[in-house]
DNA sequence: CTTGAACCTCTAGTCACTAGAGAGTGTATA
DNA sequence: TATACACTCTCTAGTGACTAGAGGTTCAAG
């Protein structure tokens, strides 16, 4: 058994994280000592890796939930599981695809002004100014 | 002279999201009629939009505020604004790198589970549990 | 038994909005 | 001119996933 700080040295989640997931429900009630505070056993650690692995995904606590409930019966059909992580690729394709699009006009945006000049004759702001500067939607 | 309504429509910005950039100081407070509503005008469509495009490049609004400075001193030099602009495409590169990643990793655990099995046997779940089946660090 | 690091709960703040309540205003039509 | 009703006003609270801080208590080492 080992302390909330002891864990949070382990799983590289912060204290306070570790209390905001128990009150999310990912984490089930702690045991408490005599004096209140909350004592973890290997159970505890390896819920807390898991779900820290799933936030390093991009899994909302949301669909964490969902993950952990699956996880808890193991005699279920895995399907949700597996939609979830499928939506959960498709969101960040979803999102590499709009961050290109900015990267691309960014760097034309950039580009257009080496920053020596003055505020008046700036790409930058004449760009933000005026979306026909564009290249493309964004 | 036009109703907040009306600039709403024209900027594609929404209503209460206007007031709001009016009250974090990225629009000038607008001309008010007798019964206090707001009226803008094209200096104020023309600001709106400026900053639609800046939020929309991902500028934070604290980004905006200071190239919205700059813009109102055409004589200053323009190096900050080359510089919120660089920086956000740095931003954005970093962004795009960790979503790879992520998406390489997520994609290879999708593979993993054709969502016809029980959970026990979900690779989904268990790659989530046990990072050593992670080909990468994420 | 003392010290001090670690822990407790609670509230409030972050960012960029979004939603809703309850009241007042503007304008087109009868 | 009266009415209808869409639009607008301000204010408060909620979103997601934490983070920070206050003010107080507990644990473990020496």
New binding site residues.
């Given amino acids: 058994m080992?302390?909330?700080?002891?864990?949070?040295r382990r799983t590289k989640?912060?204290?306070?994280?570790?209390?905001?997931?128990e009150e999310?429900g990912l984490l089930t009630e702690?045991e408490?000592?005599?004096?209140?505070?909350?004592?973890y056993d290997k159970a505890g650690l390896e819920r807390l890796s898991f779900?820290r692995h799933a936030?390093d995904l991009?899994?909302?606590?949301?669909?964490i939930l969902s993950l952990i409930e699956l996880q808890e019966h193991p005699d279920r059909s895995c399907e949700a599981a597996t939609n979830i992580a499928v939506s959960q690729l498709s969101d960040v394709r979803e999102k590499i695809k709009r961050l290109k699009v900015l990267e691309r006009e960014l760097k034309r945006i950039s580009k257009g002004c080496d920053g020596r000049g003055i505020s008046e004759d700036c790409y930058v702001l004449a760009s933000l100014a005026d979306h026909e500067l564009c290249c493309r939607e964004h």
Avoid at 13 to 21: A, C, E, H, M, S
Avoid at 32 to 39: F, I
């Fill in positions: 080992f302390s909330i700080g002891e864990l949070s989640v912060k204290v306070p994280t570790i209390r905001y997931y999310m702690a408490r000592t005599s004096g209140n505070q909350r004592r779900i936030r991009g899994f909302s606590i949301e669909a």
